[in-house]
């Protein structure tokens, strides 16, 4: 979820070496139902040519595998981040930090994860 925004989600890729500050990344946010109300469905595909996300069983943001990206991201190692993005620039300016201990939802609910390998 995207900060206060239950309707919108926001994904993102990173690679490379956050200690030499050259850290890259590319991002989508897409706009859809209030993930509050329900369970939904999240994937990541990887394969030899793209990263796909899908929301729901839609695909709604594809990174290709090009130059730049593909010795740092394809066939490396990979982790998950699942945030609610609850507080810094996630909320409307301004908000005071005792505004945003007041979040109306501020939980994360998830049934179960899945992840499959690669080859």
């Known amino acids: 979820i995207h900060g206060i925004d239950f309707d919108?989600?926001?994904?993102?890729v990173h690679w490379g070496d956050r200690a030499?500050?050259?850290?890259?990344k590319i991002t989508k946010t897409y706009k859809t139902v209030n993930?509050?109300?329900?369970?939904?469905?999240?994937?990541v595909e990887r394969n030899d040519l793209y990263l796909i996300?899908?929301?729901?069983?839609?695909?709604?943001?594809r990174v290709p595998r090009d130059n730049k990206i593909r010795k740092n991201l394809f066939g490396q190692p990979?982790?998950?981040?699942?945030s609610l993005a609850i507080g810094g620039r996630w909320f409307p300016i301004p908000v005071t930090p005792e505004e945003a201990k007041h979040?109306?939802?501020?939980?994360?609910?998830?049934?179960?994860i899945k992840i499959y390998g690669y080859e």
């Not at 919108?8 to 993102?12: D, R, T, V």
């Not at 109300?37 to 994937?43: C, E, G, M, N, Q």
């Not at 996300?53 to 943001?61: A, I, M, N, R, T």
């Not at 979040?103 to 179960?112: A, K, L, T």
Request: proline share 2%; net charge neutral; hydrophobic share 40%.
């Open 53 to 61: 996300f899908y929301f729901d069983g839609k695909e709604y943001f």
């Open 78 to 82: 990979a982790h998950f981040i699942f």
């Open 103 to 112: 979040w109306p939802v501020s939980d994360m609910n998830v049934e179960y």
């Open 8 to 12: 919108k989600l926001h994904s993102a």
């Open 20 to 24: 030499a500050h050259k850290l890259k």
């Open 35 to 43: 993930m509050s109300k329900d369970y939904h469905t999240y994937a």
